[in-house]
């Protein structure tokens, strides 16, 4: 049997130990392809989602191995893949409920991959397709963005935020995002044409008559941003539900939603990528075998961008 090394979790929540174990090479099924991972984008968030440990069937899963967006190679390809080929560089986000990408190999569909960005290296490309379909989705699908829209974004220089930021200024939108004092420079680089310290000031004290809200953050912050939404404006989570006591409020709209894999998006984001209409932000790399130092670094906060395991040394 062929092994492979992989990050495992121990147990469930952020305070998990994650361990670089030896475990089998899975072996790609029908529809399916396995990619040679070269980059892996972190999620802290995962360790205490219930797809991180159950199957779709409600299976619980002993170990489960983290991270879902990937860079790499295909290395081998299942039946029912005909536009899929050993050696195409490809990039993607894998179902939530199956083992991750945090390992030398993973299993992906070819609904979940498409070939990767060509003007960024492989890190880089790992950095995009959470938070690129993440905001895709929110902004586009569900807000319906326009031109002109007043946008407020929560969390505007996290993985997430720094995509959105991007898309948004694309589609003509007004951008205005809340970040930490650090990370304002950030935010304004990236096209925000206002930026708030939330640190500093309340953003409601300072923000109005906006359309829509992305909030990346949740929590006091989601409540407090249906204040500053005009009627009929739209609040979109994707941190937590929307409290029952605002779900049905009448003057405004609220929608939470998880991400979903998507291989026509992960297309046209590539093409933006290599446009230099979405540049991917990395805030910091990590080996795979030192994972345990990248999700402390991510629980510390305030990060700028993506944190990524670099799976295949340079």
Not at 114 to 128: E, I, K, Q
Not at 171 to 196: C, F, K, P, Q, Y
Request: charged share 25%; with cysteine; proline share 5%.
């Amino acid at each position: 049997m062929s092994m492979m090394k992989a990050v495992c979790l121990e147990r469930c929540g952020r305070a998990s130990t994650v361990n670089l174990s030896d475990v089998p090479r899975p072996k790609p099924g029908p529809g399916e392809v396995l990619v040679h991972v070269h980059a892996a984008g972190i999620t802290l968030t995962e360790l205490d989602w219930g797809e991180t440990w159950r199957t779709r069937n409600g299976i619980p899963r002993a170990h489960p191995i983290p991270g879902h967006e990937l860079c790499g190679e295909v290395a081998a390809v299942g039946v029912g893949t005909p536009d899929l080929h050993t050696g195409d560089r490809v990039y993607g986000l894998t179902d939530f409920a199956r083992d991750g990408a945090e390992a030398e190999y993973a299993i992906a569909t070819a609904s979940e991959i498409a070939r990767a960005p060509r003007s960024v290296d492989d890190l880089h490309a790992a950095a995009v397709p959470l938070a690129a379909l993440t905001a895709w989705q929110a902004l586009f699908d569900r807000a319906r963005l326009e031109a002109g829209h007043r946008l407020l974004i929560h969390g505007a220089a996290g993985g997430v935020g720094c995509v959105a930021v991007q898309l948004a200024r694309w589609a003509g939108a007004h951008v205005i995002g809340t970040a930490s004092e650090s990370n304002l420079d950030l935010v304004r680089a990236l096209g925000a044409d206002e930026v708030v310290d939330h640190e500093a000031v309340h953003f409601e004290d300072v923000v109005s008559d906006v359309d829509v809200v992305l909030d990346c953050v949740g929590g006091d912050t989601l409540t407090r941003s249906f204040g500053v939404l005009v009627d009929d404006g739209l609040l979109i989570s994707i941190a937590q539900p929307i409290p029952d006591d605002r779900a049905d409020d009448p003057r405004v709209h609220a929608q939470f939603f998880v991400v979903h894999p998507d291989r026509a998006q992960l297309e046209r984001i590539a093409e933006l990528v290599d446009q230099g209409v979405i540049v991917p932000i990395v805030d910091a790399v990590v080996p795979l075998e030192r994972a345990q130092e990248a999700y402390e670094h991510l629980a510390k906060g305030h990060a700028r961008g993506k944190t990524i395991l670099k799976v295949i040394p340079s």
